[in-house]
């Protein structure tokens, strides 16, 4: 069962990013660095937020507001706290600031072979916008999804 209320959403600061980074060290074939996440959250048009339940981190999501909508970058949930509506509460977030800008769409792209991944965005009413074949650098076709608010 979801525990909506026993997770928080906030902004990601600059306190958050060695504990997202080493997440997503764990979850990440090739991971972004603490860098990364840091332009991230410095950049204008940049939106992240992590979920959190006492000061644990559950999941953190990074998109960018671009001039066709806005775009999700990352999302990631904590393996220990999948399937407990944390990234649904993320993407609600991120949801709420795009439905507030002039092209009120969400858009990003996802392995064709991420199961888990393609599950939730359907869950979140994405649909697919085209493939990019072999977009991975192993070889894996892209899919791109969107989502009008
Ligand atoms: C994909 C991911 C972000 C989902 O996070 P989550 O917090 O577990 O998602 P939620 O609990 O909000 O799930 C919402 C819905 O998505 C779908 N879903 C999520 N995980 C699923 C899974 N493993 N299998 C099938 N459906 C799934 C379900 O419909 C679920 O609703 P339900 O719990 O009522 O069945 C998480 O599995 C993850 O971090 N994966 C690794 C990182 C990744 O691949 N990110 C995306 C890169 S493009």
């Given at each position: 069962m979801h525990r909506r209320d026993r997770i928080h959403i906030r902004s990601m600061g600059d306190s958050d990013l060695l504990s997202v980074a080493d997440l997503e060290k764990d979850i990440f074939p090739h991971p972004w660095k603490n860098q990364d996440f840091m332009s991230e959250i410095r950049i204008p048009n940049g939106f992240s937020c992590i979920a959190e339940n006492n000061s644990k981190l559950m999941g953190y999501l990074c998109a960018r507001q671009m001039a066709d909508g806005m775009e999700i970058l990352k999302i990631a949930s904590h393996p220990k706290y999948r399937k407990q509506g944390v990234a649904t509460l993320l993407m609600e977030e991120a949801s709420r600031k795009a439905a507030a800008s002039p092209w009120p769409v969400l858009f990003l792209e996802v392995a064709c072979n991420n199961t888990e991944a393609l599950n939730f965005y359907r869950s979140q009413g994405f649909i697919p916008n085209g493939i990019r074949k072999?977009?991975?650098?192993?070889g894996t076709d892209a899919m791109n999804m969107m989502k009008h608010l």
């Open positions: 072999g977009y991975y650098p192993d």
